[in-house]
């Protein structure tokens, strides 16, 4: 799959340093996930993604500049055995404020959506996440419940649940 700017590529362990590396602190604050603390953490989160995309109830791709193949990200669907999966991208540090979460959400969109069975899509975005909250209003998100969490680690996350149709 390609857009103006962005290549997808299926997640493949020829990515894994950079996800790893790219997978920072900074950019999961808001998110569920965590930094990987090693290698070897981020290799095991892989594998588990491989597996998922196996089962096909997730798809992952790996977000890469056309131009020059730059790693600019990834985006996933969860939970595509159902009619309303979870939506979820991440942009590297460097290539934020860029437009490539809206550009590959909306082609991932319009991608499932001619391969699924969809009724709508779910997108949790944590309500302290402006660039997020913005990517949902932009992709016409309507917004549902409020939910408090703690993580397993003990991240403190307030989850707004967006529906796109």
Not at 38 to 62: D, P, Q
Not at 82 to 100: C, F, M, R, S
Request: proline share 2%; glycine share 4%; hydrophobic share 35%.
């Amino acid at each position: 799959m390609k857009t103006e700017r962005l290549k997808f590529v299926p997640l493949s362990y020829e990515y894994l340093d950079q996800y790893y590396e790219e997978f920072s602190e900074d950019i999961t604050r808001y998110q569920y996930p965590d930094s990987f603390k090693s290698r070897e953490e981020a290799e095991r989160f892989f594998n588990w993604f491989v597996k998922l995309n196996e089962e096909r109830t997730s798809i992952i791709f790996i977000l890469l500049n056309k131009d020059d193949e730059s790693f600019v990200g990834s985006i996933e669907a969860h939970g595509l055995d159902t009619d309303t999966p979870e939506l979820g991208v991440w942009i590297a540090k460097e290539q934020h404020n860029k437009g490539y979460a809206y550009e590959a959400m909306k082609s991932f969109i319009e991608y499932l959506k001619g391969n699924y069975t969809i009724e709508c899509f779910i997108f949790e975005v944590d309500c302290r996440n402006s660039a997020s909250r913005k990517l949902a209003e932009k992709l016409g998100a309507v917004k549902g419940e409020h939910e408090d969490i703690v993580t397993e680690s003990g991240k403190e996350l307030q989850l707004d649940t967006y529906y796109i149709k």
